[in-house]
Nanobody, 118 residues
């Protein structure tokens, strides 16, 4: 069984920073693309950033230059460094990973709340 557990969310003032982490555990043979989505109240879920196994990254236009995705393969962990946060970044952030366990599938974390407010 594979699990993704997120941490690092919280309340931060506009212009502040947070770092989200997401660790995968269980029977894991390979991890391919990892990423982060978010869902704000009353809005559709949207892609924030992805990173391939080779380290190639992709970002939503709204976060380019402010949020940085990275991964530490030895720890099966993906990070999201969030700088210059804005109130519109307030959302529940979900990590996901394309993982080959006994079969290959997408797995999702439980979500972590990020609130940007003064």
């Amino acid at each position: 069984q594979v699990q993704l557990v997120e941490s690092g969310g919280g309340l931060v003032q506009p212009g502040g920073s947070l770092r989200l982490s997401c660790a995968a555990s269980g029977t894991i043979f390979s991890i391919y693309t990892m990423g982060w989505d978010r869902q704000a109240p009353g809005k559709q879920r949207e892609l924030v950033a992805t990173i391939t196994g080779g380290g190639s990254t992709n970002y939503a236009d709204s976060v380019k230059g402010r949020l940085t995705i990275s991964r530490e393969n030895a720890k099966n962990t993906v990070y999201l460094q969030m700088n210059s946060l804005k109130p519109e970044d307030t959302a529940v952030y979900y990590c996901y990973a394309d993982i080959r366990s006994f079969r290959r599938s997408d797995y999702w974390g439980q979500g972590t709340q990020v609130t940007v407010s003064s």
